[in-house]
């Protein structure tokens, strides 16, 4: 199997540094690697050339467009048999290409997913912004995954998909706001088979403070309304959680203001997830830094989630405006 590794990039060429070293080291050879400047003031040219002795490595430069469409400008180039898309903010292991290359060897996939971590060179802050978006006990539940709800959507931070699949399917339709999820869910529906390859897994920096993750989340509630209005059926009661939660967190606040009877029993049970949240984050990770670290990302996950979801759903669905 030969591999096309695609790679949107916009402004990052320290991160593509990290993510090309790594690409660097896996024992599976048969790849070529896709760079698609999309539209960088701060690009990554001399970087990608610095790779060209070690990587078969193709750098292209295009006007900005966002993520989906730079993606297809990749497929339209790449050589290989399969696309595998990454965030310009992973690492990848070294065994990452031959565990992928045994799973479609023994039981074929049309596309993949894969999970991600945190690896061990990250900060605090981003090992606890990983472990809240895998909890059990945040949106991480309702991702995606193989124990997740409804049908498994890859996401393009570390997805695959056959050539057949692009030939059939085309590429993405819409560039940002939930775009590889509709990508996964038309794939679905033309009968390819998905799957996850739970050893497949990346090392996902995604943001390096809690600011630039907030305004991440936030991005990713407004995608699932989006989504909703490709797929009307896709938007289940469980992604009204966070919005819940955070109207909840409100009530909660009021509730104590006011010296509501209901008080006590809300701060009971808001003290009773918090420390589910930092238990859960210590066991996992050892650390009670992180763990600590992990219920503010928790809760930037849920808020965030919650009020970009309640936006959109009130602009677009209830106002219906574009």
Known sequence: MFFSIIIPLYNRPQEIKELLETLTLQTYKQFEVLVIEDGSVDDAAEIAQSFSDKLDIKYFTKPNTGQGFTRNFGFERALGDYFIIFDSDCLIPPEYLQIVNNRLTTDYLDAYGGPDDAHHSFTPVQKAISHAMTSPFTTGGIRGNK??????????????????????????????????????????SLGFKIGLIPEAKVYHKRRTNFYKFYKQIHFFGRARINIYKFFPKELKLVHFFPAFFTLSLLFIL??????????????????????????????????????????????????????GFMQDFCKRVILKLS
Request: hydrophobic residues 55%; aromatic residues 16%; proline residues 2%.
């Open 254 to 307: 009021a509730a104590n203001i006011f010296n509501w009877p209901i008080a006590e029993l809300c701060n009971f049970l808001l003290a009773v997830y918090i420390l589910l949240i930092f238990f859960h984050a210590w066991v996992k990770n050892k650390s009670a830094k992180i763990a600590f670290l992990s219920i503010i990302a928790s809760f930037t996950i849920l808020i965030a989630y919650g009020l």
């Open 147 to 188: 124990k997740g709800i409804g049908q498994f959507h890859p996401r393009s931070f570390n997805m695959g998909v056959s050539r057949k699949v692009w030939e059939k399917a085309g590429g993405f339709i819409i560039t940002r706001l939930g775009e590889d999820i509709e990508y996964s869910i038309r794939i679905h």
